[in-house]
């Protein structure tokens, strides 16, 4: 019998996250509406966007809300005109949670620019808690070989630095920078490699240049220090603007900077000249559908290995400090299903 209550840690207001704004909280279950389904967590990975969701920084939320967009869990209940899908299936949530499907994005397969977007532990309640209802479309069959924990981070480190690394331009042979090497990073840089990229690493933690150096890195270094050679491309993925002058001077003309980060402090003012050339700097705004399916698609085929710390899910709060000051190697994710 399905429970009638459910446990979840929900922001009831914004603040610092070293203030704990995330609360834990008995909430009654959703149900599966019309062409939903309902799915239990078993694990959800920490992002930080969901840091960003917890101060306040991202526009446009609901509030209270109950972040988390990384879920993977399993379906337990089909609502009303759903067909193809049972209880029982093993599925993930990533960030898009639905959209118009009526304006000129969506109609070319442009979907997470629709300004009427909604999204997964910001627009809607998310996966920091025991259940949660989804379109069915939005609830995607997990590939074999990844347990729960493996394939959480990938639903959003994962796809939006797909999407990153494609928007980026590096292709077979390309020296490609990354700037930040947490969570998504550690999954492009391997996907990068599988498609023929070298890869150069700017990241300041010990850990994580470890990581970087294990997974294929050809170098490895600080932002502000010379790299041994120019990128034909790069991707920042710390939200820090002061990053965006500098990996322009390390740019070949003609190449791509990415910005991935949702959220990102203010980029200082710039001298023209690390423009011209036909540099181009792009954000990166979300994740299509499409761009989820192909993730699940490549990443058994690398594979990708997600290096990935487990905490129970009342440990939100320092998960996300932690997160914040740079100390988690790899991806976080929150326990969620048996969790005491």
């Known amino acids: 019998m399905q429970a009638r209550s459910m446990r979840a840690m929900r922001v009831e207001r914004h603040g610092k996250i070293e203030a704990a704004p995330l609360a834990e909280v008995e909430l009654p279950v959703p149900d599966a509406g019309p062409g939903e389904v309902l799915v239990r967590v078993n694990v959800c990975g920490v992002c930080h966007t969901d840091l960003h ?53 969506c109609r070319s397969g442009r979907e997470n620019l629709c300004d009427r977007a909604l999204f997964t532990g910001h627009s809607v309640d998310g996966g920091y808690a025991e259940y949660l209802a989804v379109p069915e479309e939005s609830a995607y069959r997990l590939p074999d070989g990844f347990d729960d924990a493996a394939v959480a ?108 980060g949702i959220h990102m402090s203010n980029i200082p003012e710039m001298e023209y000249a690390l423009l011209y050339g036909e540099r181009v700097v792009r954000s990166v705004a979300n994740s299509t559908r499409a761009d989820v399916v192909e993730l699940l698609d490549v990443a058994p085929r690398v594979p990708v290995q997600t290096d990935v710390e487990a905490f129970p899910l009342v440990e939100a709060n320092d998960v996300l400090r932690r997160l914040k000051a740079g100390g988690i190697r790899g991806a976080a994710v929150l326990q969620v299903a048996g969790a005491p």
Not at 61 to 68: D, I
Request: aromatic share 6%; charged share 20%.
């Open 53 to 105: 969701v917890a101060e306040g920084d991202l526009p446009g939320g609901k509030l209270p809300v109950t972040p988390g967009h990384q879920v993977a869990g399993l379906i337990a209940a089909v609502g009303p005109g759903v067909e193809g899908r049972r209880t029982g299936e093993r599925v993930g949530v990533p960030w898009l949670y639905d959209t118009c499907g009526e304006c000129r994005f």
């Open 153 to 260: 981070p990938l639903l959003c480190g994962g796809v939006i630095g797909l999407r990153a690394l494609r928007l980026s331009g590096a292709g077979k042979g390309d020296l490609l920078g990354l700037y930040g090497f947490g969570a998504s990073a550690h999954i492009v840089i391997q996907i990068a490699l599988y498609r023929g990229s070298r890869a150069f690493v700017f990241t300041r933690g010990a850990e994580h240049a470890a990581l970087a150096r294990r997974l294929g890195a050809e170098w490895v270094g600080r932002a502000g220090d010379g790299a041994p050679g120019e990128l034909d491309a790069a991707i920042i993925f710390a939200p820090a603007g002061p990053l965006v002058p500098m990996a322009l001077r390390a740019l070949k003309k003609g190449g791509t900077l990415a910005l991935a």
